[in-house]
């Protein structure tokens, strides 16, 4: 069964950066898109970004564009979220997620099917 694996998860000062790994060690990576999904104390899991299969497509949520970078490496079935610039807002779970399709609905949560447990970020001011 695959499974997925988030790490990197800390309390970083506003305007700090922060690296998130997702690692697939079951595999079935491949030819996947794949997204990560914050979730809010208090609110809904919602999209930042998504990447195709083949790193030819990404997408991001306003919020984040321009400070948030998803990337990926099929090599090492790993996907990793690059957050610059952090903001208390910014304060979530991350999940990352595995999309049914390769390239296609990047922002859309209902097509992914497979979750990891999450790791927490926590952005002080």
């Known amino acids: 069964q695959v499974q997925l694996v988030e790490s990197g998860g800390r309390t970083v000062q506003a305007g700090d950066p922060l690296g998130l790994p997702c690692a697939a060690p079951?595999?079935?990576?491949?030819?996947?898109?794949m997204g990560w999904f914050p979730q809010a104390p208090g609110q809904e899991r919602e999209f930042v970004a998504g990447?195709?299969?083949?790193?030819?497509?990404?997408a991001y949520a306003d919020p984040v564009k321009g400070r948030f970078t998803i990337s990926r490496d099929n090599g090492k079935n790993t996907v990793y979220l690059q957050m610059n610039s952090l903001k208390p807002v910014d304060t979530a779970v991350y999940y990352c997620?595995?999309?049914?399709?390769?390239?296609?609905?990047?922002?859309?949560?209902?097509?992914?099917?497979?979750w990891g447990q999450g790791t927490q970020v926590t952005v002080s001011s």
């Open positions: 997620a595995r999309s049914i399709y390769s390239e296609t609905s990047l922002s859309d949560m209902g097509k992914y099917d497979i």
């Open positions: 990447i195709s299969w083949n790193s030819a497509k990404t």
């Open positions: 079951g595999g079935a990576f491949s030819p996947f898109a």
